[in-house]
């Protein structure tokens, strides 16, 4: 089992180096980081006090006004129970209520009918309800419609309701002496009232919220202070450990690559734009290693190694094909002359059995001939040997071998494009002559019909059909004399089960043919 490479190893070069000179560079980093961020957050913390302070001064001075208010109203409702036409009562409540905050909220005080038996000018609200009041008489506090609204109730069947503004609100409750820009908003349970909008501009480092309750009221006060953005001195201080990162890992790369990587890229494109015969030049580059220097001298000395070693492979494998050549020629020349001696013999002859003989013999000569011929054509290209033409001029040299003043066989072909081993290619052809000859010996005249069709990737069917090798008293003469045990040698030696189908008269098996052999 190969071993897994780690994955550092599998990293370039260039990333490494960056890495480990960030990994180098990064202690200094983080002091240089932290040290900032103590001084920003110094000066966060800061803000944070003064924002406390003021928050807490709005919110003390908020409640003491709301307070008062509502002291001063359940007080005036008490007098009015006991004295209900004194109309003093409402005038001591007003000035009450201007004493603590400069100008008079708008109040109004119910009795038990629905209009106000004291009221602020020019304010009619409707009697509240008092329904929901607490027994001990704890006032409703409620912000809606952009205004604080405060129902108090009392003992007498009375009931008050004082309205404070946005703007009232924001005067009572701005912090004295504190000159940032900031906003302020009252939040109760289910609304809020922005007392005070900020207007100053966004902050980059964001904001900063401080909340804090506004006495017993169950509100809360919330004050938004812009944080303090980040001093120049303090955006060199962050970006310093980033130069420095940056100008670290460019001069190590400028190193690297000078010495290492780009030598090394120009040997990888050579190496693996080589070809057979060339040789590759050292490398001249004076900044590169030395170390790469002497490799690129042990390539150019091996690829000349190589180039010779070639030269003399492609000379030998020349004269070894001249030779394979000179072989297969004399081979061919050889059966020539063999099937020209029978052919003579042939005509020789004065018996026709003697005749049909010598023809015989001659039909598997020229069936070996044809075979030696076509894998001839094919040896060059190495795809084997092409059925469909041996086939073909196998069927023609069978046509012209039968004897004069005899009539041969109509033989009709159906062949795809398929190629073979020699080892199968002889077999087939001995096959297909022992066939058609078996067939010419039942029937002269017999029509013969030889199909090959390819069945899937890498095999093949070969059939001979014909009327003359039905099943017969004569087909199965000839067939246990000696044209039996030759065919069935043959399909032994082809590795493939010789069907027969005695109704139609044909012999039929598959063949192995090449990857080569295209589908149809």
């Not at 890495?19 to 800061?46: K, N, V």
């Not at 008489?137 to 108090?152: D, F, H, S, T, Y």
Request: net charge negative.
């Amino acid at each position: 089992m190969a071993l897994r490479e780690p994955r550092l190893a599998n990293l370039s070069t260039g990333f490494k180096l960056f890495l480990i000179l960030s990994l180098a560079l990064l202690p200094l980093g983080l002091i240089a980081f932290f040290a900032t961020l103590q001084s920003s957050r110094t000066a966060d913390l800061e803000n944070q006090a003064q924002m406390r302070i003021a928050l807490t001064e709005s919110t003390r001075k908020l409640a003491a006004t709301i307070a008062s208010d509502i002291s001063a109203t359940r007080v005036a409702m008490e007098a009015l129970g006991d004295q209900s036409e004194d109309p003093a009562i409402c005038a001591r409540l007003s000035g009450i209520m201007s004493a603590q905050g400069g100008s008079a909220a708008p109040f109004a005080i119910f009795g038990p009918a629905s209009t106000p038996i004291c009221a602020t000018p020019a304010f009619a609200p409707r009697r509240p309800s008092t329904l929901s009041l607490p027994a001990t008489g704890v006032p409703r506090i409620e912000l809606q419609n952009g205004r604080l609204e405060i129902v108090v109730g009392s003992s007498t069947s009375h009931a008050g309701v004082i309205v404070y503004s946005r703007e009232a609100l924001a005067a009572v409750g701005a912090p004295g002496g504190f000159t940032v820009d900031y906003a302020l908003a009252l939040v109760g349970p289910d609304e809020s009232l922005t007392l005070i909008e900020y207007t100053g501009e966004p902050g980059l480092a964001g904001y900063e919220t401080l909340s804090a309750p506004v006495g017993t009221t169950g509100l809360s006060a919330e004050m938004t202070v812009a944080r303090e953005p980040f001093s120049a001195a303090e955006i060199v201080a962050i970006l310093l450990p980033l130069v420095m990162w940056a100008a670290a890992a460019a001069i190590g790369w400028l190193v690297v690559d000078r010495l290492l990587i780009r030598p090394l890229r120009r040997l990888e494109r050579e190496v693996s734009a080589y070809q057979p015969g060339e040789i590759l030049e050292p490398i001249q580059e004076p900044t590169s290693a030395h170390e790469l220097r002497q490799l690129g001298s042990t390539f150019h000395t091996i690829t000349r190694m190589i180039s010779t070693h070639e030269a003399e492979l492609a000379e030998g494998l020349a004269r070894q094909t001249r030779l394979t050549r000179e072989v297969h020629h004399r081979v061919k020349n050889n059966l020539q002359v063999i099937a020209s001696l029978i052919n003579l013999h042939a005509r020789g002859a004065n018996a026709p059995d003697v005749a049909r003989a010598y023809a015989s013999i001659q039909r598997r000569v020229d069936a070996l001939s044809v075979v030696h011929r076509n894998h001839y054509a094919e040896l060059e290209e190495s795809r084997g040997v092409e059925l469909r033409k041996l086939v073909g001029e196998l069927a023609q040299n069978l046509r012209a071998s039968v004897p004069e003043g005899e009539h041969g066989p109509i033989i009709t072909l159906d062949l795809a494009t398929c190629y073979v081993t020699q080892d199968v290619a002889v077999p087939v052809a001995f096959l297909l002559t022992e066939l058609i000859e078996l067939a010419m010996s039942c029937d002269a005249r017999a029509r013969i019909a030889i199909t090959l069709r390819p069945v899937d990737a890498g095999s093949a069917r070969l059939s001979v059909c014909s009327s003359a090798l039905i099943e017969s008293a004569a087909l199965d003469a000839r067939l246990a004399d000696r044209f039996g045990r030759v065919i069935e040698g043959l399909s032994r030696q082809l590795r493939s089960p010789l069907a027969r189908d005695t109704r139609i008269g044909e012999f039929s098996l598959i063949l192995a043919t090449s990857d080569e052999t295209p589908r149809l």
